[in-house]
């Protein structure tokens, strides 16, 4: 019976209703004792995952940049997070904080989490709610157990669950126990101080190509490997979202497509499109004679192109159009690209378009080529008319 109230009253919690079994039902008419604990869990799993999200803390200790607090709002909105929570900002970010300055301006849409962030004048304060704190930084520390982004955010995820496992119901229980996690990270310049360090109970460390710490030979400077706040930041939040998310069943292993797919081309509109390319190029020619075999190389890459590649009809349109261009322009007596144009009888007078459509129906200009050409037209016959 204890058991049986305690899950009501987590059900009551989370504002939801219990499943109820029915007799009538054809599949449960013989099965009606209720459900057990792990199968309570796995059906709230979807619904709570947005709170435990909400459970992840984020907190930045000291920052300085006021682009970096923004930028780091922002990745929260974009990954689920929305407790933030900073520790002794500095004048750079306090002053630049308010509508239309530059923390506003970097979050973007993240306007929500600026509003409901809460500052602190030590880490212990802010984190005093937490059951484990995971610190950030470019090193280990001695003593804490130092943990990759995703290791960390399984351990997040596991830690909240057990958190909820745990809770039986009892007030007393409840509020000796955390329902929340921690991450923190430190001044962009100087990271976490030792007194800051203390508080955590393991750090994260992303890997990078630059050793944690190396000596110039040249110049006898160290090194280390440092990321952007902000950047670091955003590979935390990530794995976090990720972990939670394939915890829940909703990753998607492969990214939303933002628009529908190309529409296939047909097979014979694609040997239309080859035999057209394939008299554009030997209009190309210089003189007639053309080896057999460049012929025959010249159909089958053309072939190749056209019939076994996934062309779509869109980029078709676009070969289709330069094809006409060449075989209009190149149909000329004098042999030049504009051949065809400038030795037809096109009256300028009564304008060009409507001539150019005699001359060359499957041609397209625009506005712009058609008034070249006008002009162009225009100036070749009047030198002709000079010098007769």
Partial sequence: ?????????????????????????????????????????????????????????????????????????????????????????????????????????????????????????????????CGIVLGTGATSRKGLVALSPGAAADLMRQTLEENEEGDDGDEASSSSSSSRVALVLGNERFGLSTEEVRLCSHTINIQTDVPSKTKNKSTGDHSRSSLNLSHAAAIFFYEIFRSFKRSSGDLRDFPEQSTKPAKAMPLRAKMELKDLLFRCRRSLDVGDAVAEHQLKDDEESLLSLVARNALSARDASVLFQIGKRVEALCDGSDGSALGGLLAAEMDVGNGVASSLKQVAPNLSLSKEELRWLEAELARRRGEESELA
Wanted: hydrophobic residues 40%.
């Fill in 1 to 129: 019976m204890m058991a049986s109230s305690a899950a009501s009253a987590r059900w009551a919690a989370r504002d939801l209703t219990p499943p109820r079994w029915h007799s009538s039902d054809p599949v449960r008419r013989h099965h009606r004792r209720r459900p057990s604990r792990r199968v309570l869990l796995l059906r709230v799993t979807h619904a709570s995952q947005a709170a435990r999200l909400d459970d992840v803390v984020v907190v930045l200790c000291r920052p300085q940049g006021a682009q970096n607090v923004g930028a780091v709002a922002r990745s929260m909105a974009n990954f689920g997070l929305s407790d933030l929570r900073i520790v002794a900002p500095r004048q750079t970010v306090t002053d630049e904080w308010g509508d239309g300055k530059i923390v506003e301006n970097y979050a973007v849409f993240a306007t929500d989490v600026l509003d409901s962030t809460r500052f602190y004048e030590e880490l212990r304060e802010a984190v005093g709610d």
